[in-house]
């Protein structure tokens, strides 16, 4: 099963808008991970937080973790047409070395 | 250096028929990972590799899936008696270590199963 479950499945927004996605869970994890896909192919890593760790920057991006809640948020600010992909959470469910565990991703849509 | 590299990029089969799927990790890398993307879907995980140790099979969805990893580096993903269910996009990651790193992927093995 899924561990990391993001909302909304697809999102639109104009160029220039905030984008903002998030993922649920529901075991411990010792990380989370942010990833982009471009048309279907290879993910790119985007931003890795830790379970001690709160909030990350990087760039545009900005990730919120909350563990009480077992959810994270990416927001990306100032959005470009270029960020138009799909983005995945993943969770290790507190395994270290075990498997990743992939979200079914958000599909976003920046409008020109 | 280069990035994770898959051959064949695309792959067209009949059902019934054997594929080999094929990765090459970043060098020096020592996790392996094989995924399963449907189209429109999430990631399903496959099977991990970490350096010499038994692989995490626990993802290959039947007995007509095995992979192998020769001298910790090339893997292989091979699919006997192909199902049309089988089509799929199939994703190759490497990492540099266990211990939840940042897995890097390659651009994919699109395979169509008529």
């Known amino acids: 099963s899924q561990q990391g479950e993001e909302d909304p499945q697809a999102l639109s927004i104009q160029e220039g808008e905030n984008a903002t996605m998030n993922c649920s869970y529901k075991t411990s994890i010792n990380n989370l991970q942010w990833y982009r896909q471009n048309s279907g192919r290879g993910l790119v890593h985007l931003i890795l937080?830790?379970?001690?760790?709160r909030e990350k920057h990087s760039g545009r991006l900005r990730v919120t973790l909350d563990t009480s809640k077992k959810s994270s948020s990416l927001l990306i600010t100032a959005s470009r047409a270029a960020d138009t992909a799909s983005y995945f959470c993943a969770t290790d469910e507190g395994n270290y070395g075990q498997n990743f565990v992939f979200g079914p991703g958000t599909r976003l849509s920046v409008l020109p | 250096g280069a990035g994770v590299s898959q051959s064949p990029s695309n792959k067209v089969t009949e059902k019934g028929k054997d594929v080999e799927l094929r990765c090459d990790p970043i060098?020096?890398?020592?996790?392996l990972y094989w995924y399963r993307q449907s189209l429109g879907q999430g990631l399903e995980f496959l099977i991990y590799f970490q350096g010499n140790s038994a692989p995490d099979k626990s993802g290959l969805p039947s007995d007509r899936f095995s992979a192998e990893r020769t001298g910790g580096s090339v893997s292989t993903l091979t699919i006997q008696r192909t199902q049309q269910e089988d089509s799929a996009v199939y994703l190759c990651?490497?990492?540099?270590?266990?211990?939840?790193?940042?897995?890097?992927f390659g651009p994919g093995t699109r395979l169509l199963v008529l």
């Open positions: 990651a490497s990492s540099l270590t266990s211990g939840s790193e940042t897995q890097y």
């Open positions: 060098s020096g890398h020592t996790a």
């Open positions: 937080i830790r379970s001690n760790e």
